[in-house]
């Protein structure tokens, strides 16, 4: 099993920013992925943005050139820092790792509330 440690959720005000972390542990051998999702209430969950196991990010058009993924310098911990955000980016942000072969894990998520 993975279990996740993440922080950083809350309410901000539009134009501000926020900073989510992530912290993996468990049954985790190699990581393929590791990145976030995000979802508001009656929609599907999103990808917000993701780092592969090389460095290569991938980011929802939505928040480019806002928000920055990157890796931590302890083992399977990220970082989201979420800049000029917006009411649109509020939602409940899951932590994510993907372990390959289909092995896809969330964590229980943290709200993000932007006022406006």
């Known amino acids: 099993q993975v279990q996740f440690v993440e922080s950083g959720g809350g309410l901000v005000q539009s134009g501000g920013s926020l900073r989510l972390s992530c912290a993996a542990s468990?049954?985790?051998?190699?990581?393929?992925?590791m990145g976030w999702y995000r979802q508001v209430p009656g929609k599907q969950r999103e990808l917000v943005a993701v780092?592969?196991?090389?460095?290569?990010?991938t980011y929802a058009t939505s928040v480019k050139g806002r928000f920055t993924i990157s890796r931590g310098n302890t083992k399977n911990t990220m970082y989201l820092q979420m800049n000029s955000l917006k009411p649109d980016d509020t939602a409940h942000y899951y932590c994510?790792?993907?372990?390959?072969?289909?092995?896809?894990?969330w964590g229980q998520g943290n709200q993000v509330t932007v006022s406006s």
């Open positions: 994510y790792l993907n372990l390959g072969r289909g092995r896809e894990f």
């Open positions: 468990g049954s985790i051998s190699t990581v393929s992925a």
């Open positions: 780092i592969n196991n090389i460095g290569i990010t």
